[in-house]
C-alpha cells in the first residue's frame, strides 16, 4: 500500500480484511493436511451441533466412523463423485436457504470451501490414530529454521519462516523501507515517540554496517521505552482512576502504572512480571514495589452504588480477575465455564472455580456501613501507603514551613506575655479617659446578593427575615454628617425571632456568622473612593477568626463569635485616614458572607465612631481586670488578657493567616496510597455456582489449575496466588510465551501471527506461521522472558525492514498481509497521535511517573449523579503536556480525544483496540485544544527553521520534521502553494499555522508507515 493511501481507504480495507481468511496459494500442496487444515474446519464449524455431545441429523462429524456413516441425509461424499457430494452441496447453500451448512454463524469462507474440496478429491481420508489435540495445547517446540532458496536475504530465524512461506507461494519480499522511514518506524514503535532531530541526524549520517544495530539499541535504553510499551499492557489489566459503574468515583492507583513503566524499562522478566502482578503480597519479605505491582487484580472495576449487594460486587470482581488471568496468560475464553462447560475448548466448570478458590480469599473492597441500610455502601480498600512517593519532597517542605510559622506565632505570644505589665500601665491610665462617641446611621440603600428578605426596624437596624441563603453578601449606602469619623461600628444583634436568638441565621443551637470581609468606599460624582481600614477590634472574636480577618483582603479569613452565641456582639473597624464629613458624604459598604451553611448575620445596626481610643475595645470583663492592680490578677485573668491581646494583634494575625494556608496545602497534598491485594487470615470456601449464580452454590472446589494440563495432579501446585503465578509462567502451561509473542507482534505489525490474539482456543484462528509463532515463544522463554530481547529479535529481521508499499497485485492477493509480503502499515494508536504532535511542536514533557493529569477537554464531561462531585481543572505546566499514558482515566468518562481514536473505557480487559476511521478523528485533529495549541507552537518552531534559508528550503525542512523523509516534489509544491495563499488572504504568521496544521493531520503523520 503506498503511503499516499487515504485513512478512508486504509480502513475500509481493515473493515474488509476482518471478514476474510489466511489466503491459501495456488502452489500449495495439492492434498491439505488433515490436522492442521481440514480438521480445524470441522472443529470450529460443524462439532457444535454434530458431534459427542449434540447429533443433529443423526450425523457425528468428529470421529472417523461418524465420517463414514453420514447421517439421516445419507453420506457426506461420493466417492466416484467428490464434488457433488452432500457436504459441499451444503456448504455452498445461499445464506437464505434453510439447509445451508453451518446452520449459525456465517458462512465458510471461499478458501475455507476450497480446502474441503481439494481434501475430498484426494479421497477425504480420515487419517488412521488420528488423536484430536488442538495446537494452542500442544507444548511449543522449537523447529529448526527452514531452508530457502534467497538465504542471503536472511537476517534471523524470523525471516527464514517468513520467507519459506513466501517462496511456497512465488512470491517475493519487498525491497528494504527507506532509512529515513524505516528510522520512524523503529522509534514509534520501540518508544511511541517520532525521532528526535539529533536522533535523525545521528541516524541518516552514520554509514556503519551496524547502524541500524545501535539506533534499536538506543531506543530501547530510552525511558519513553516503558511509557510506550505499558500502554498496551494497562490495556490488558484494564487500569483506570475510578471505580466504574454510575458513581465512578476516583481512587488511587496510579503508582501500580508507574510500577508497569519501571518494569518495562528494566526489562523485568516476564515470569517475574507475572508473580509480582498476580500475588506480589504473598513473595516472602515482599517489597513495597512487590505488593504496588498487585494493583494490577485491584484494576477490577468495583461497584459502590447505593443498593448493590457487596457480596455480590465481589463475586463479581473474583469472575472478572479469573476470566483477566486466563485471557492474559493463556489466551482462552475461560469465562464461558463460569456458568457450564466449555462448548468448545476442554475446559469444565470445576476447572473455572479451581482458578476462582486462587482469587476468592482476598479482602472485602466494598460494603455497607450499616448493614441495615441498603444505601450505605462505602469502598473499602484495602490500600497501602506510598514511602517514596513524588509527593514526598514537597510536604516536607511544607511540613518544615508550618513548624516554622508556628513557632513564629509561639515567639509573637511570648513576645506579647513579657510586654503585658507595660501595656497594662498604658491602657490603666487611659480607661477612665475615653471620649468614644457614636452616631447611628440611616441605612438609605440595603440589599442583599440573593435577595433575602428583610425588615427596617424603630432603633435604626435591619433584620433579615424568611430562609436564609447558604452565602449571602449585604450591600449598603449610608450618609454620614459630623465633622471627623475615625471609623465604622457593626452590632450584631440578638433577636428572638432570629433562630436561637441569633445573631447569625443559620441554625438554632449554633447561631453562628462568619463576616468574611468588610469593606467601604466614599461615593463622589467621579466614582468610588476605596476606604483603607488599618484595625479592627470587637467585643468578643472566636478563636483563629478575629474580627482582623474582615479587613486582611483574604477570602478564608473573617470574624465569628463561636461559643457566644445568644447573645449580641460589636465590632469597630478604625479607617487609617479620618474622613471630614462636615458638609456630610454618603459611604457604600459591602459584607462578604461566604462561608457557608446560612452563617450569616441575622440582625444588624451601623454607626460611625467619632474617635478611636485603646480601651474602646476592650470586652468588659478584660477592662475590670485591668482597673485592678496587676499583682492582684489571677492566672486566668492574665491568661485572657494575653490571649485577647494575642487576638487583636496584626502580627500575630498575619502569622496565624499563614499558618492556616500552609495547613491548607498540606490537606491538599495528602501521602500517596495505593490499592493492593491482600489475602485474609482465614481462607474462604469456594463452591461451584450452579448456572453461575453465587446464591445457588453446589460443591465445596479448591485450587487448582485445569486438567487439560495438568491431569490427576490439579490440586498439587499450591493453593495460593503465588503458586498460579508460577505455574501460569511454567512448561506446563502451553500458552504464556505463545499469547505474549503473538500480542508483541501484533503491536508491531496491525496483526498476530494468530489473528484472534483474544483466543487461542478452537473458536480462534488458525497461526499463519505457527513455526514461527513456537520458535519466538521458545526465543523469549529461553533469553530469560526478556522483552526488550524479544524486540530486538523481530525489529532486526528483514522481515519488519520491508518497504509497507504494495507493489503489482499484492492487495489482491495478500490484503491483510498474512504471509508477510511487505512492512507494517497501520495507523497510530490514540496516545501515540497525541504524543507525536506535542512532540513536533516542542511542547511534549519528558517528566515521568506521578499522579495522573489533566489536559483540556470540554466542560462538563465529569458531571454525575451520585457520588463525590469531581471537577475536572486543568493541570498547570507541563504537566498539561506529559504522555498519554498518564491521562487520567475516568471510566465513565474517558479523555474524548483519546476515545474517538478507539482507546477504550477500561471496564474489562482489552487484548487489542480496533482502528476505526470517523469524521471525528478529524474534528479532533482540527479543532480539539491540544492539536490547536500544538499546531500554534509546531507553527512558530517551523518558521524559525533555518530563516535565511529561500521558502521551499525551509517548507522541505518544515516537512523532514514532521516525516522524517523529504518530500516529493509534487508533495511540496503543494506545501508552497498552501503557505502562499494563506500567506496573501492573512499574513505570514498564519501561513506557517496552516503548514503546521496540515502537517499534523496528513494521514501518513498519524500512520506509521
Known amino acids: 500500500m503506498s503511503r499516499r493511501t487515504s485513512i478512508a481507504g486504509l480502513c475500509i480495507i481493515l473493515g474488509f480484511l476482518t471478514l476474510t481468511e489466511p489466503a491459501r496459494s495456488e502452489e500449495r500442496r495439492s492434498v491439505p493436511d488433515f490436522r492442521t487444515e481440514v480438521w480445524p474446519i470441522f472443529k470450529q464449524h460443524c462439532v457444535e451441533c454434530h458431534g459427542s455431545k449434540r447429533v443433529e441429523g443423526g450425523l457425528r462429524i468428529d470421529t472417523a466412523a461418524g465420517w463414514k456413516q453420514g447421517g439421516e441425509s445419507g453420506s457426506l461424499f461420493d466417492p466416484r463423485d467428490h464434488g457433488n457430494g452432500e457436504l459441499l452441496r451444503r456448504i455452498q447453500l445461499p445464506a437464505s436457504d434453510t439447509a445451508r451448512m453451518p446452520a449459525v454463524g456465517e458462512p465458510l469462507s471461499p478458501a475455507r470451501i476450497q480446502i474441503l474440496k481439494d481434501w475430498l478429491a484426494a479421497g477425504g481420508q480420515w487419517p488412521d490414530a488420528f488423536e484430536d489435540r488442538h495446537w494452542a495445547y500442544v507444548a511449543p517446540q522449537r523447529a529448526q529454521p527452514p531452508d530457502v532458496s534467497n538465504a542471503a536475504w536472511c537476517q534471523n530465524a524470523v525471516d527464514r519462516f517468513v520467507l519459506a512461506e513466501l517462496e511456497r507461494r512465488g512470491w517475493n519480499p519487498s525491497p528494504p ?20 532531530r539529533d536522533l535523525a541526524e545521528r541516524f541518516l549520517s552514520n554509514t556503519a554496517p551496524d547502524a541500524y544495530e545501535q539506533l534499536v539499541d538506543e531506543l530501547l535504553a530510552s525511558p ?21 459503574f454510575q458513581r465512578d468515583d476516583l481512587r ?206 424603630d432603633d435604626g437596624s435591619i433584620l433579615l427575615t424568611g430562609k436564609p441563603a447558604a452565602t449571602d453578601d449585604y450591600l449598603i449606602e449610608t450618609r454620614i454628617d459630623g465633622p471627623r469619623i475615625a471609623g465604622l461600628r457593626l452590632e450584631t444583634l440578638a433577636d428572638d425571632r432570629l433562630p436561637g436568638k441569633g445573631p ?61 452565641f445568644h447573645e449580641s456582639h460589636w465590632a469597630e473597624f478604625r479607617l487609617k485616614e479620618p474622613i471630614d464629613a462636615a458638609e456630610g458624604r454618603t459611604i457604600a459598604i ?99 455456582f450452579e448456572r453461575g449464580d453465587h446464591r445457588t452454590p453446589r460443591e465445596e472446589v479448591l485450587p487448582g489449575t485445569p486438567a487439560l494440563f495438568t491431569g490427576e495432579h490439579r490440586n498439587s501446585i499450591g493453593h495460593d496466588r503465588a503458586a498460579l503465578a508460577r505455574w501460569l509462567t511454567s512448561r506446563d502451561n502451553p500458552l504464556v510465551g505463545r499469547t505474549e509473542v503473538n500480542r508483541i507482534w501484533a503491536e508491531l505489525f496491525g496483526r498476530g501471527l494468530v489473528a484472534t490474539t483474544e483466543d487461542f482456543g478452537v473458536k480462534g484462528e488458525q497461526p499463519s506461521h505457527p513455526e514461527l509463532l513456537d520458535w519466538l515463544a521458545e526465543e523469549f522463554r529461553q533469553s530469560g522472558w526478556s522483552r526488550k530481547h524479544l524486540l530486538r529479535v523481530i525489529v532486526q529481521s528483514r522481515t519488519y525492514r520491508q518497504s509497507s508499499s504494495q507493489p503489482g497485485d499484492a492487495a489482491q492477493r495478500d490484503p491483510e498481509n498474512i504471509w508477510l509480503s511487505r512492512g507494517p502499515r497501520i ?98 485533529l482540527l479543532n480539539d485544544p491540544v492539536y490547536v495549541e500544538a499546531a500554534r507552537a509546531l507553527a512558530e518552531r517551523l518558521r524559525k527553521i533555518e530563516a535565511h534559508r529561500p521558502l521551499e528550503e525551509r517548507l522541505q525542512r518544515a516537512f523532514e520534521h514532521c516525516l522524517i523523509r523529504s518530500p516529493d516534489r509534487e508533495e511540496l509544491a503543494v506545501i508552497v502553494d498552501l503557505w502562499e495563499s494563506q500567506r496573501d488572504a492573512a499574513g505570514e504568521e498564519s501561513a506557517w499555522q496552516a503548514v503546521a496544521t496540515a502537517l499534523l493531520n496528513l494521514d501518513e503523520t498519524i500512520t506509521k508507515e
Open 827 to 924: 495507523r497510530l494508536p490514540a496516545e501515540a497521535i497525541r504524543d507525536q504532535a506535542l512532540a513536533l511542536a516542542g511542547l511534549l514533557s519528558d517528566k515521568l511517573y506521578g499522579p495522573p493529569v489533566r489536559p483540556p477537554q470540554p466542560d462538563g464531561l465529569w458531571k454525575k449523579v451520585g457520588g463525590e462531585p469531581l471537577e475536572y481543572d486543568v493541570s498547570p505546566g507541563e504537566d498539561r503536556s506529559r504522555r498519554g499514558v498518564y491521562i487520567v482515566w475516568k471510566r465513565a468518562s474517558p479523555y474524548p480525544s483519546l476515545m474517538n481514536f478507539d482507546a477504550t473505557a477500561r471496564l474489562a480487559c482489552q487484548v487489542a483496540r480496533s482502528r476505526t476511521n470517523t469524521p471525528m478523528q478529524a474534528l479532533t
Open 177 to 196: 523501507a527507506e532509512r529515513a522511514t524505516l528510522l520512524r518506524r523503529v522509534a514509534l514503535d520501540l518508544t511511541g515517540l517520532p525521532p528526535s
Open 504 to 564: 447569625g441565621r443559620g441554625e438554632a443551637e449554633r447561631p453562628n456568622f462568619v463576616l468574611n470581609s468588610f469593606r467601604a468606599w466614599l461615593v463622589g460624582e467621579s466614582g468610588h473612593e476605596a476606604l483603607e481600614f488599618v484595625e479592627a477590634r470587637a467585643s468578643f472574636s472566636q478563636k483563629n477568626l478575629p474580627v482582623s480577618g474582615a479587613i486582611d483582603d483574604d477570602p478564608k479569613t473573617g470574624w465569628a463569635i463561636n461559643p457566644r
Open 590 to 688: 459591602e459584607m462578604v458572607q461566604s462561608y457557608g451553611g446560612g452563617r450569616t448575620i441575622g440582625r444588624l445596626r451601623l454607626s460611625s465612631v467619632s474617635s478611636w481610643t485603646s480601651q474602646s475595645n476592650l470586652p468588659n470583663d478584660l477592662a475590670k481586670t485591668l482597673s485592678k492592680p496587676i499583682e492582684s490578677w489571677s492566672g486566668e485573668e492574665t491568661a485572657a488578657l494575653i490571649d485577647w491581646r494575642f487576638q487583636q494583634d496584626a502580627g500575630a494575625t498575619a502569622l496565624r493567616s499563614q499558618q492556616r494556608d500552609l495547613e491548607d496545602e498540606l490537606a491538599r497534598t495528602p501521602v500517596v496510597s495505593t490499592l493492593v491485594m491482600r489475602e485474609l487470615t482465614n481462607p474462604r470456601p469456594t463452591h461451584r
Open 252 to 457: 488511587g492507583l496510579w503508582p501500580y502504572r508507574d510500577w508497569v513503566i519501571r518494569a518495562m524499562n528494566s526489562d523485568q522478566p516476564y515470569d517475574e512480571f507475572t508473580l509480582h502482578q498476580l500475588a506480589g503480597d504473598l513473595i516472602p519479605d515482599a517489597d513495597e514495589q512487590s505488593r504496588i505491582a498487585t494493583g494490577f487484580h485491584r484494576s477490577t472495576p468495583t461497584n459502590v452504588e447505593a443498593g448493590s449487594d457487596p457480596e455480590e460486587t465481589r463475586i463479581n470482581q473474583v469472575f472478572d480477575r479469573v476470566n483477566t488471568t486466563a485471557t492474559v496468560w493463556m489466551g482462552v475464553t475461560m469465562e464461558c465455564a463460569q456458568c457450564h462447560d466449555h462448548k468448545y475448548d476442554p475446559f469444565t466448570q470445576h476447572d473455572y472455580y479451581g482458578l476462582l478458590a486462587y482469587f476468592n480469599s482476598t479482602e472485602l473492597e466494598a460494603d455497607r456501613s450499616n448493614p441495615k441500610v441498603p444505601g450505605s455502601i462505602r469502598f473499602l480498600g484495602p490500600t497501602m501507603a506510598v514511602r517514596h512517593d513524588p509527593t514526598d519532597h514537597r510536604r516536607a517542605e511544607l511540613s518544615r514551613q508550618l513548624n516554622a510559622a508556628i513557632r513564629r506565632i509561639e515567639t509573637r505570644k511570648e513576645e506579647l506575655r513579657q510586654d503585658l505589665q507595660t501595656w497594662a500601665a498604658e491602657m490603666q491610665g487611659t480607661i477612665s479617659g475615653g471620649d468614644t462617641a457614636y452616631q447611628m446611621l440611616e441605612l438609605s440603600v440595603f440589599q442583599t446578593r440573593k435577595d433575602s428578605s428583610f425588615e427596617r426596624l
Open 224 to 244: 519513553a521505552f516503558g511509557e510506550r510499551w505499558a500502554r498496551p499492557w494497562l490495556d490488558l489489566a484494564r487500569y483506570a482512576d475510578s471505580h466504574g
